[in-house]
């Protein structure tokens, strides 16, 4: 596979004729995103686009979680570096908008945490199926960020404005049963079914007429393209809260294993 050679983070496999599967590849970190990884997510899915041989992708985490989003190294290089953060900018708004102009079909195969770039690429994908390990968790006011990314777009239209209110603001986890009750993922199976039930949904996709499957998807996405300026206002928003105090408070917390404190003036 030519086209993915060139990827360190991300591993590529067949699993049936037309299917290709992604795997987040740092399982000894969680699939813990380092900048370059990042950038290797947001940007595979111009190469999905244009690979003749792919119909449907796939995607998941290695080892024992889907992807519990960037490492501690990026957090602190958006934090100290201005260009970084205009780098950071373009890059959170290329992970979900190259998902979203993607013409093939993409599923999720979602087990242990996902977290920050992985919850985005997650739920971005157009059939989304957790594991009952699944943890969903939105970790941006935790870490003393605004609810970026893909949060203030896609939640509300997938499970309510009530229940995204209260998952983004509060940073609780939501487990895989708990996420398709309430329609943030389109199906929750047992773990030892994900992968399998993953690969049966892909193979149905890849065997299908694929263009009406990708223009269906096309004109579905137009909601996702409706609340663009949703997007980019949060994403904005996330970029401004790398220059306040709560951020380094944040991540400093995470990193001693303690509680925030958050006691700043506003």
Same mark, same amino acid.
Request: hydrophobic share 40%.
């Given at each position: ?127 989304? #199926?957790?594991?009952? @390990? /699944?943890? $969903? ?13 893909? =949060? ?23 487990m895989g049963e708990e996420a398709e009750r309430i329609g943030l993922v389109s199906m929750c199976v047992p773990d030892e079914e994900l992968q399998a039930k993953a690969e049966e949904v892909a193979a149905k996709l890849a065997k299908g007429a694929q263009r009406p499957i990708r223009w269906s998807k096309y004109a579905l996405n137009n ?6 300026? #949703?997007?980019?206002? @949060? /994403?904005? $928003? ?13 991540? =400093? ?14």
């Amino acid at each position: 596979m030519k086209l993915y050679e060139n990827y360190q983070y991300l591993k590529f496999d067949r699993p049936s004729e037309r299917v290709l599967r992604i795997t987040i590849n740092r399982p000894e970190k969680l699939n813990s995103l380092p900048w370059e990884a990042h950038g290797e997510l947001s940007r595979v899915w111009l190469d999905v686009d244009k690979d003749k041989e792919t119909n449907v992708a796939i995607i998941c985490g290695a080892g024992k979680g889907f992807c519990a989003g960037g490492d501690f190294g990026m957090v602190e290089k958006i934090i100290n570096d201005y260009e970084m953060q205009a780098e950071a900018l373009r890059e959170f708004r290329d992970l979900c908008y190259n998902m979203i102009n993607c013409s093939k079909p993409i599923v999720s195969a979602i087990h242990g945490p996902a977290v920050g770039a992985g919850l985005a690429t997650a739920l971005m994908a157009d059939v989304s #199926i957790a594991a009952k @390990s /699944a943890r $969903l968790i939105d970790g941006h006011t935790r870490l003393g960020l605004a609810a970026g990314d893909h =949060a203030a777009m896609i939640w509300p239209l997938l499970c309510g404005m009530a229940k995204a209110k209260y998952y983004l603001l509060t940073c609780e986890p939501v487990m895989g049963e708990e996420a398709e009750r309430i329609g943030l993922v389109s199906m929750c199976v047992p773990d030892e079914e994900l992968q399998a039930k993953a690969e049966e949904v892909a193979a149905k996709l890849a065997k299908g007429a694929q263009r009406p499957i990708r223009w269906s998807k096309y004109a579905l996405n137009n909601w996702f393209r409706m609340a663009g300026p #949703i997007f980019d206002n @949060s /994403a904005t $928003l996330e970029l401004l809260s790398f220059n306040g105090p709560e951020v380094k408070e944040g991540l =400093a917390s995470l990193k001693e294993k303690r509680d925030p404190n958050f006691d700043f003036k506003v």
